[in-house]
């Protein structure tokens, strides 16, 4: 008859192997989940992505190249040429003309002996820079131009000149006097303008011979009638302009009806 083994005597603390087993065991029905991160970037230089377009940066306008108010002259990036006379620039330091002329490239040692220069003039024989007292160029597009004085034929002499004098050589005047018949004397005025003077204006009718009854201020009738003409004209006047408004109204009350037709 078999006798059951006797088992050694254990201590009541557990082994190191069975504590690892049953924590195996606890482990493999937890579920496990699992992240992975990007390791591309998505988009700029890590995709070897193509160059851009060009900007089309430098000269559009060379020397001496006409242009308009607004064409461009030069494009750039920074400041590399500044805007110099009858030129501006924009915030991405684009040079444009302001006026009509013609380009210039220059520096300017009295203004800064450093800086470049893109300016306009408006004459193609004007260069930059001008000097500091040199006079302001008008901006009309316009050019100067010496005005000729018309040359009078001998024998149409205009008018006489008689030189007044008086106790102080000082006071002297010389007045134009016109004959009857007579054409006035055309002067050169102020303005480059070529005319007959103001007070040879007013002699004109009396030159010619018409008289103007003198004005009395206790004629109160002649008031008086000039006052009906007046209100005269008012009224026929309003009257033209109401039926003038009249005859708009008709008008389009028989377009619609033709329209609705």
């Known amino acids: 008859m078999l006798q059951p083994r006797a088992l050694a005597a254990t201590s009541s603390r557990p082994s190191t192997s069975s504590l690892l087993s049953s924590l195996y065991r606890l482990t ?4 496990r989940t699992q992240t992975r991160n990007a390791s591309h970037a998505s988009q ?8 851009g377009p060009g900007k089309r940066l430098g000269a559009k306008k060379s020397d001496s190249e006409p242009v308009v108010p607004g064409n461009i002259i030069f494009r750039q990036r920074g400041t590399l040429w500044f805007p110099g006379d009858n030129c501006t620039m924009g915030r991405d330091h684009t040079i444009s003309a302001n006026a009509k ?38 901006r009309l597009g316009l050019n100067a131009v010496v005005m000729e004085k018309p040359e009078i034929p001998e024998g149409e002499e205009l008018a006489e000149t ?14 134009e006097t016109t004959a009857p018949g007579i054409k006035p004397q055309l002067s050169l005025r102020q303005g ?4 007959e003077s ?13 008289s103007v009854e003198p004005y009395d201020p206790k004629n109160r009738w002649a ?5 009906a003409k007046r209100k005269e004209r008012a009224i026929e006047f309003a009257k033209l302009k109401k039926s003038t408004k009249q005859n708009k109204g008709k008008n389009k009350k028989k377009a619609g009806n033709r329209q609705r037709e």
């Open 28 to 31: 493999i029905n937890i579920p």
């Open 44 to 51: 700029g230089r890590a995709n070897k992505a193509a160059p």
């Open 101 to 138: 002329g013609f380009v210039r490239y220059y520096r300017d040692p009295g203004r800064n002996p450093d800086k470049k220069y893109i300016g306009v003039v408006f004459e193609q024989h004007e260069q930059l820079p001008r000097a500091r007292d040199a006079p302001r160029r008008r």
């Open 162 to 175: 008689v030189l007044l004098s008086g106790t102080h050589a000082d006071e002297a005047k010389a007045i």
């Open 192 to 195: 480059f303008q070529y005319r």
């Open 198 to 210: 103001n007070w040879s204006i007013g002699r004109t009718a009396e030159r010619r011979g018409i």
């Open 223 to 227: 008031a008086w009638r000039r006052r």
